[in-house]
Structures are given as structure tokens and as C-alpha cells.
């Protein structure tokens, strides 16, 4: 649990908002990381799983759907250096913490599990912090509101729901849902911010629940390997 926590807790959600604070566009964030899918069901093999034709056709729409949706967020310069392999590294934790929890670890408690996660998560962005960061809070209603729905809504709600859908389902059809999130944080951005929900976005929307529908339905035909 503590070796899945690093890669998914630590490295994986640190990573993308050090990256993102040191200067990588969010749109650029998030298309690496929805590269994730796609490694999962590369590797999926190596942890007894079998990715169907139609799993993979689902897949590659699911990220065709995410660039449709991000595509005016992104920026694909090439001179974002270090905060770009930061990501790309993140990328790479993440897919490794979901496949050794879904091999070692798919079955524990979600309470006491996730606290050895977050202890050990801890271990490692707590001296990073110390070391990076001034350790200064300016608190206002802004930063409560940030850290509310980080811990609440992203790691109790949305990692909670992960790790039990690791338990009782495939690691391919469980990564395709992150496919999702660009589409729902663009509605969100909508009804909360008045953001301009375009076209193509709307499209784009179509295309990934299209994509993530064809992976969680093959899913449900198969039987472990």
C-alpha cells in the first residue's frame, strides 16, 4: 500500500501542481496525464489482464475526445524543460501505482489503507516542501475553498472511488474513466464560471464518453484473466 501511495498520493498529484506552479499550461497537464489510459492498457498484459480490440478502439477515442475538449487550453511549446518531464514523470507514477495496487493490493480497507497511503505520501512531500517552499499560508477564502475541495471532492471523494472500482473491476476499463474528467471540469467551468462551452468541446464530450462506454462495456463481458 505504502509503494502504491508514493506513485499515485505523492508523485502523481504533487508532480502536476509543482508543474503546473512552475510554469506548465494546465491544457498541456492534463493531455499528458490523460495519457494514462493508454499505458495502463499497454501494460495491462503484464498483470494477467487482456485488452480487447474494442477496449483499444475505446481508448483511442476517449483521448481523441480529451485533445477535442482541451484543445484551446493547449500549449505545445517546447520550452517548458523541467515542469514538462515533471509531468511525463507523474504520467509514469500514476500508472504505476494503479497496476501494482490492481496486482498486490487491490483488496483493503479504504480508511486505514489510505492512511498508510498518505503517511507515506507525506514522508516524501513534506521535506520537498521544506525544502522548496517558503512555508507560509496567506489563508483567505480562495486557498480554503482550494484545499476544501482537494481533500474532500479530489482525494476522499474522487481517490476513494478509484481504489474501490480497482477492487471490483478491470485496471483498463478504471483508467479510461479519467477520460472524463477534462469533460467535467469544462461543464463545471461552464455553469460555475460562465466559460464559453463550444462546439467542439461539446463534440469532444461525445467522443469520450463514446471511447469510455466501449472499454467499461467490454469489461463487463470478460472475466478476469
Known sequence: LAVAGLG???LYLGGVWVSIRQGLPAGTAALIVNLQPVLVAAA????GERVAPRQWAGVALGLAGVVLVIWHKLNLGTSYGPPLLLCLLSLLAITGGTLYQKRFVPNFDLRTG???QFV?????TLPMAWWLEPMRIEWNTDVLIAMAWSILVLTAGGISLMFYM???GRVTAVSSTMYLVPSVTSVMAWLLFGETLGAQAIAGMGVTLLGVYLVVAQSK???PA
Open 8 to 10: 499515485i498520493q505523492a
Open 44 to 47: 495491462a498484459p503484464l498483470i
Open 114 to 116: 489510505q492512511v498508510v
Open 120 to 124: 507515506a505520501a507525506l514522508a516524501v
Open 166 to 168: 480497482l477492487r471490483h
Open 221 to 223: 463481458t470478460e472475466t
